[in-house]
């Protein structure tokens, strides 16, 4: 038995897996997560929204003993759940994602921790600091995760796999032609630029409306 967020993480991790398993490279170095920062989190993030599809959930989301689908109420219940508190988790990855920016880009102005965290992140804090706390010797992905002035990748990703994931919504969500493009992406892993990758699948650059769009939908 899974957690719902156990399922999402099953599925972000099956996506990263995918892209090294359908690679089609000659160079091992180019293949899987082997690509530019930008691009890195796409296949994860992407997979992570059909965990929220009634239509995808309706088969597998069964009990475990009796094998009854999952109820239609709970269903809906996780699709509305993807929008909780969304507007503070946007503010809360930009934070991170331009803290992450300012610490290697201008490390000379570091002095005080405390003093560089508040002032870096009070265009995108929603909530006053707490004075006793210090979130930056927490944040492990930008010291010593391999995120290092590459953290906004999170939310960049999150664009293009609602671009990539709208596009699968307005043609159907298992639609095998939109799926063998998708492939295509997949196994060319860095032996293209990410954006002429993503074009020769959707057909246009990204479009931010996406992502606002299942935000605040």
């Not at 992407?46 to 959930?57: A, G, I, V």
Request: glycine share 6%; hydrophobic share 35%.
């Amino acid at each position: 038995m899974l957690t719902f967020q156990e399922v999402t993480t099953l599925f972000h991790e099956f996506g990263h897996a995918l892209h090294g398993i359908l690679a089609d490279t000659t160079y091992p170095n180019l293949s899987g997560t082997s690509v530019k920062w930008d691009f890195v989190e796409l296949p994860s993030q992407f997979l992570e929204n059909y965990c929220y599809e009634p239509e995808f959930l309706k088969t597998f989301a069964k009990h475990y003993q009796t094998g009854a689908i999952l109820p239609d109420e709970k269903i809906h219940k996780i699709s509305d759940s993807k929008n909780f508190m969304e507007g503070y988790q946007t503010m809360r990855q930009l934070g991170f994602g331009i803290l992450d920016l300012a610490y290697h880009s201008q490390p000379e102005k570091v002095g005080d921790i405390k003093t560089f965290e508040v002032d870096e992140t009070k265009a995108t804090n929603l909530y006053p600091s707490n004075p006793e706390t210090v979130m930056s010797t927490s944040f492990s992905h930008i010291f010593q995760g391999g995120y290092a002035a590459g953290y906004y990748s999170y939310k960049w990703a999150e664009v293009l796999d609602a671009d990539a994931f709208q596009y699968f919504k307005e043609n159907g969500i298992f639609n095998p032609e939109i799926a063998a493009k998708y492939k295509i992406l997949l196994s060319s892993g860095g032996t293209k630029d990410p954006m002429e990758l993503y074009k020769a699948f959707r057909g246009s650059e990204p479009k931010v409306e996406s992502l606002l769009k299942r935000a605040f939908s």
